[in-house]
């Protein structure tokens, strides 16, 4: 392998923001500096967007006290954006490069972010222009192949449990029904983390609805009832790819305009019809008074002070380790492999082919999800409670003995 070029990196942030996104741009940000081959390190503002428009801050001028606080800020520090760019995008993309003299590419997002990184390293390496183009993996919606978790997550999931955890106490003030509508559209990683602050038998959420299992709107129902006839009440989380039994999601059923991003999705979080219909059915169908819902939307992604401690920490190292492979390897994504568990657990970080992970999506696995397809294993409880950093722990005093 050749030796480290003395040239100039680049580095953004693409797709949804996270909680720790910025602790990923942060620990770039922080080895970059050790390293005397990369003479600047562009940020580029609203990722691909940027980069073609030459829209670049200095961030080696970034102090370490404005790192620090830059890490523990969520949402995008650069700011983001949805493009999906075509090989002719990455061709201005990497006209810039050459321009600039960007040896160095590191681009913090999904699955996506890494088809881009493998279309520009592929485009680099046919021209003959050395690069070293890294992925450095993000995703609330964890659903990226390779990696046994994706920084964001974490974070995301203690919001999610932390939210269902004073959903319930509500609920069980006032009783009825509730239901908390939360991201994913393919993969049912994030509502399924609704069950992780679960502390008494009781405890809601009752009802776990994920994209991997289609549910008729009886069956729903069905459920709904048989909770609230046993308790007096039921708190449901489900996911925004919730869909029928012919895979067809309900909010595209019942969303008129079927209005679409860059990538053709149709929209699922920045409305609450989802959450509206199906507290119409309950309430019409079961006759039950009390029934509410609510859409978590874009909360879940960017809701400060709720950081998990572990995801930031993972996420960090990764920005770090980004830099540290393409001081001896010339593009590839960042992954992690899990080597403990419980309260051993730990991580180990390793390097994966760009190809391994562009434009590939995983989900939850049958063994986290309940043979009834509305709840989630003790399994899932293991994988994903580490990754929250842990939970508060709360108190009801109803259940105890009546005199």
């Known amino acids: 392998m050749a030796s480290a070029p003395k040239a100039n990196a680049i580095v953004s942030q693409s797709g949804g923001p996270t909680g720790v996104i910025n602790a990923s741009l942060v620990g770039v940000i922080e080895e970059a500096k050790k390293h005397p081959e990369i003479q600047n390190l562009y940020g580029a503002i609203h990722a691909v967007s940027g980069i073609v428009k030459e829209n670049f801050v200095d961030l080696m001028k970034v102090s370490k006290d404005e790192l620090e606080v830059t890490a523990v800020s969520p949402s995008s520090a650069l700011g983001s954006s949805r493009d999906k760019p075509d090989a002719a995008y990455c061709q201005k993309i990497l006209d810039v490069f050459k321009k600039r003299d960007i040896r160095y590419f590191f681009y913090i997002g999904g699955n996506d972010s890494a088809n881009t990184c493998h279309i520009i390293n592929n485009m680099a390496i046919e021209a003959k222009y050395e690069l070293r183009a890294y992925h450095v993996p993000k995703t609330i919606d964890n659903d990226l192949l390779v990696t046994d978790h994706c920084p964001g997550f974490g974070t995301a999931a203690k919001f999610v449990s932390c939210a269902l955890m004073g959903d319930d106490l509500d609920n069980r003030a006032l ?86 991003d860059s990538h053709g999705n149709v929209q699922l979080s920045g409305t609450g019809a989802l959450a509206d219909f199906l507290a119409s059915q309950v309430k019409g169908k079961l006759k039950i008074k009390r029934v509410r819902a609510d859409t978590f939307g874009y ?98 005093l109803g259940n105890r003995p009546k005199i």
């Open 175 to 260: 009783p009825g029904i509730k239901i908390d509508v939360i991201m994913g559209r393919h993969a049912g990683f994030l509502t399924a983390a609704a069950a992780l602050g679960k502390q008494r038998d009781d405890d809601g959420p009752h009802l776990i609805y994920m994209p991997e299992r289609p549910v008729t709107m009886d069956k729903f129902l069905a459920d709904i009832d048989a909770v609230y006839t046993k308790l007096g009440r039921c708190v449901i989380a489900v996911s925004e790819g919730m869909s029928d039994v012919d895979h067809k999601t309900w909010a595209e059923k019942i969303t008129e305009t079927n209005e679409r």
């Open 299 to 396: 909360l879940q992604r960017s809701f400060a002070g709720l950081q998990s401690p572990v995801d930031a920490s993972e996420a960090r190292w990764c920005g770090r380790q980004a830099v540290q492979y393409a001081m001896t390897e010339l593009n590839g994504s960042v992954a992690m492999k899990r080597i403990g568990s419980g309260k051993d657990y730990k991580i180990e970080l390793f390097r994966t082919e760009l190809k391994n992970v562009a434009e590939k999506t995983k989900s939850l696995a049958d063994e986290y999800i309940n043979k009834d397809g509305n709840g989630i294993t003790q399994a899932f409880v293991d994988y994903a409670l580490p990754l929250t950093g842990g939970l508060p722990k709360t108190e009801y």
